[in-house]
């Protein structure tokens, strides 16, 4: 191809787009936006003499202006041509589309937090999140609507419906897979706090052995916890607290940063007063009776609990992965309605827009944004950069920001 003959074809793909209005969604890489452009009569004879797609020359120029300028990428977002039913149900369903849109967002956000947790935990990371097998990215930029889960011809309002009812019932799930699975840590996280805390609180019975206690008829074996820096007070006064007490039978048998453990022998019926006098001194005398039978179901539920703590989280984190992409796949279709009924309500019927998918570089949202409207009638930018028309049609974009196109942010962090 020549050098004039390259020209031409770049002014066909300037006047194809400066004749059309668009829906795009931006904030760099981590997020995206999704839009739609109005075709006028010209444009369509244009097309058919050049023998060209119309919304495929739009989308190639528009992906040409800012892959030449890298400032991101954009993609065609497929929307097929759903049923527009009645204006009083778009203004309907325009108003509780974009509080629905928080909550479906929310829920996605919600899980793939909760992976990443899981995987923080595991110390494992799977990679990127996948829709069908699909990376995330992957899938939004190549949307292809499920027509056998939303069939086209439903009611737009009973999409949005389903898609809501699908998302609120994947959420109580996840609810109660969290609960169940908070339930078993928080029963480790006793039993490990009772394990690794001071003498003065924790566990003694994996401190203790069968040979350092005795027990008979009138025999017993206490266990005193004694300040670390008290030890040589204890052991030159322990023998005298109460008569009684079995000479040189105290012994340290573990020590932490504030407290020794120590085993002291005398007769049962002084070890009450045993108790009182030693707590005068600052002594503690811990209650514990060994059993050996409960120290092993003690370690056989520690060890269960263990277990169950993995099999929930592994349960869970595949139960995430797998939901993640449903509740994305719906979250791309509820965008597809969005952008559809917002496009009919700004550019009204027959329905003819371009939407797009685009995805600015850092830094590079308000440079695209002007590209987008340098795209858009003049006047018809100006109409929708107007503050004073806060109250005005402007309100049917949906988000804070107003723009002379249909505009939706879909942040994947």
Partial sequence: MGLVEGLGVVRVFLYVVQQLGRAIC????KSFTVGSFKSFESVSQLQRKCDLDEKLVASLYLNCCISLLELGFSNQFNIPNLRVGTLDSLLSLSDDLLKSNIFVEGVSHKIRRQIEELERISGTESGALTVDGVPVDSYLTRFVWDEAKYPT????REIVDSIHFQIAKIEDDLKVRIAEYNNVRSQLTAINRKQSGSLAVRDLSDLVKPEDIITSEHLVTLLAIVPK?????????????????????????HEDNEYALYTVTLFRRVADDFKTRARERGFQIRDFEYSPEAQEGRKKELERLMRDQETLRSSLLQWCYTSYGEVFSSWMHFCAVRIFTESILRYGLPPSFLAVVLAPSV??????????????????STYWKSEDDAGGMAGLAGDVDSHPYVSFTINLI
């Fill in 26 to 29: 931006p904030s760099g890489f």
């Fill in 153 to 156: 011809m439903s009611p737009l």
């Fill in 229 to 253: 820096f008290s030890q040589k007070d204890w052991l030159s006064s322990y023998e005298t607290l109460t008569d009684y007490v079995v000479p040189r039978s105290s012994k340290k048998l």
């Fill in 363 to 380: 830094k590079s949202e308000k440079k695209v944004r002007s590209i987008l409207e340098g795209l858009c009638d003049s006047t018809n």
